[in-house]
């Protein structure tokens, strides 16, 4: 996916007429907008193009500025599933969705590079073509606080369900640079509870409180002591302005310098990471109807590793466009007015582009003990697999990965995981204090009687989490166990969620697995696959149980499937989903949209 930012004119007509790359139309008073836009090849095999449609307003009305954003979004999908692929294809949409958004952060944050007229901005998404949604950043600077925030704006419509995606994040600090407090909002689909995680910087200590929907808060506290020097967002911000006018300063002289910092971002989470500019040379570009003097910049993070954002700035630092390349799918980022910013947006199909048509053999059947598969990156390095007995990953060149899953195959538990308290306690998604929660793992282990075996429960639960949820679509976002246990509606994220804190409630140590699932094609060209298998990004669920040697192994458990768990899962990372870590599984996923390729070795059966 590729991202670009131009600076757009004052009104939708305006825009229309005056977008196009490489140049910067007039703006409107202390307000300014982007636009932007993304463009993605589809990795099935028809090769169709895929879009997603949103649109983004910032407010920033001083310099320097690192906020966070939020997302709320909408696609579209007008094709009927059976419950197993709607699971899969649903959980891949609403992670590219949120991958965008972190994606964005970058340009975004480079827009701080210099100093602002406005109190606020705005800013039109565009993906494939398509004006996207919008976002809006601002900053608040007083005496004794600093906040810094960024708000984005994401919908995809379905034919008739419209999936709303909201990411909100807004940063407190002091005006010497102490942090205050940071917070978070998620909200992955408009019939799931938003999940607002607020953290204080209490000395060495971290105190966060994540409340769920209308759930009881829950509070943690972990130590903070951070190895190496960092900078808070607006202090950030403020020390890559004035790098920054250093090196335009130098001409070409400055041609392959860079500049990184060091700061966090709400949206991320707890976790510092790298940013990093680069100038690569000097150009002219059009800003407000008159040509200005402008600079080029490759811009990198550590936290989204091989994603590199094409910038055009101003002598100033003012971001006149921004082009950033997600998975297979081109992302344009505009400056724009209001009006612009907060048009309808024209959201397109991305149903294509979360699919992979596999090459080779067969997607394997259920039951089958082994299959083999070759994964392979369009474009770049193939990420890192989960490697463990069930799962071997051999590395065959920088984008190939063969990759071969033993159904047969223990896996043991890493030193300590049985007693990991976020293996076997509550957090915001697995909420297992929730009474609700604790009945329906009780009820289903009811019927088994004295004595049973932790393997009979962990499958009975799976069962009975399977037939729980009877409504199986994608109406509901990312909702926590305690929401699943009681609208009983959900895809594959709600069936692993839910059965990961049936299985702590239960005493059963648990955590999700994000991956993909194959599925067969319908001999009637029925369902998602329809004449031809595809692969689909998919979650389940692992348990911590003893084998039959007695020693504890990870078993896999799929309740959203009804054959569950098989050798067509191929894992990519595994969650223990605590507070905080939803969008680093999102990001670990993001590289693989749109550009992964799978071959079948094992010979069809």
Known sequence: MLVEMVMAPPTPSDAASAMTPGTSPRSSGNVRWQCVSITGNNIAASGATAALAAC?????????????????????????????????????????????AVALSAPLARAGLAAQDASERWYVVRIAGNRAGHMRQYERVGPERIESGTEMVLKIDRGAQTLEIKLAGRFVETPDGRPIEMVSEQSLGGAGPAVIARTVFAGDTLETTTTTGGGAPSLSKAPWKPDGDWQTPYAAGKRLEASFGELVALGEEAIGQAVTTRTLDPLVGLRLFNATFTIRGTEDAELEGRTVPAVRVDSTAD???????????????????????????????????????????????????????????????????????????????????????????????????????????????????????????????????????????????????PGATPDRTARALERAVHEHIVKKDFGVGFASASEVVRTRHGDCTEHGVLLAAALRSAGIPARVVTGLVGLRADPAGRGLAGDGDIFGY??????????????????????????????????????????????????????LFAGLEIEILTPAR
């Open 56 to 100: 983004t307003r910032l407010h920033t009305p001083h310099a320097g500025h690192v906020g966070s954003r939020a997302a709320q979004g909408a696609i579209t999908m007008a094709h009927t599933t059976s419950a197993g692929d709607r699971s899969g294809l649903w959980r891949a949409i609403r992670l590219l969705a949120v991958a965008l």
């Open 303 to 449: 936290v989204a590793p091989g994603y590199v954002g094409d910038d055009l700035l101003d002598h100033s630092g003012k971001l006149l466009r921004s082009s950033l390349v997600l998975g297979g799918l081109k992302v344009e980022v505009f400056s724009a007015d209001r009006q612009l910013a907060l048009s309808p947006a024209e959201p397109a199909e991305l149903l294509e582009s979360t699919l992979i048509r596999p090459t080779g053999g067969r997607v394997p059947r259920a039951g089958e003990p082994q299959a083999v598969y070759k994964l392979r990156m369009r474009q770049g390095a193939a990420p890192e697999l989960l490697g463990t007995p069930r799962q071997r990953v051999e590395r065959l060149d920088e984008r190939t990965l063969r990759v071969s899953v033993d159904g047969r195959a223990a896996v043991a538990p890493a030193p300590g995981e049985d007693r990991d308290a976020a293996l076997t306690g509550p957090s915001a998604m697995i909420d297992t204090r929730d009474n609700a929660v604790a009945q329906f793992a009780r009820a289903a282990l009811g019927k088994l009687g």
């Open 538 to 591: 998919h979650m389940w669920t692992q348990a911590l149980i003893p084998g039959p040697t007695g020693a504890l192994g990870w078993v896999d458990l799929d309740a959203a499937l009804p054959d569950g768990w098989g050798v067509d899962h191929i894992a990519i990372s595994v969650s223990a989903l605590a507070d905080g870590q939803l969008v680093n599984s999102f990001i670990e996923l993001a590289p």
